[in-house]
């Protein structure tokens, strides 16, 4: 059980972790991220979680969304960091680090 909590807490309770990591890459679709979370990070949050949280990211400043046409002419909206999301992402890498340093001693082999 406390390692099903651990795992919960650090996948669903902290989705916008995954979505930064993500929109840091490049401009993403918002339907796509879930599935995209899965791909890359081994487990998929609801749909409407993961639109419930980027409005809520976009409402705080977090994150952005960019209109385009596509070549078809259709509009398309893609959400985008901020420089106020970048940083908060900074801080959280910078967090997590420590963390896990306090904990297991040394450093994360990751790049920066």
Do not use: C
Request: no cysteine; proline share 4%; net charge positive.
């Amino acid at each position: 059980m406390p390692l099903k909590r651990l795992r919960e807490s650090l996948t669903k309770g902290n989705l916008w972790l995954y979505i930064f990591a993500l929109l840091r890459e490049r401009p993403r679709y918002p339907y796509r991220i879930a599935d995209l979370i899965e791909e890359r990070f081994g487990w998929k949050p609801a749909r409407v979680t993961t639109y419930i949280v980027l409005k809520r990211l976009q409402a705080e400043g977090y994150v952005r969304v960019a209109v385009r046409v596509n070549e078809r002419g259709r509009t398309r909206h893609y959400y985008v960091l901020t420089e106020k999301g970048e940083e908060l992402f900074e801080e959280a890498r910078r967090f997590m680090r420590e963390v896990y340093s306090s904990l297991f001693g040394g450093e994360i082999d990751a790049p920066e």
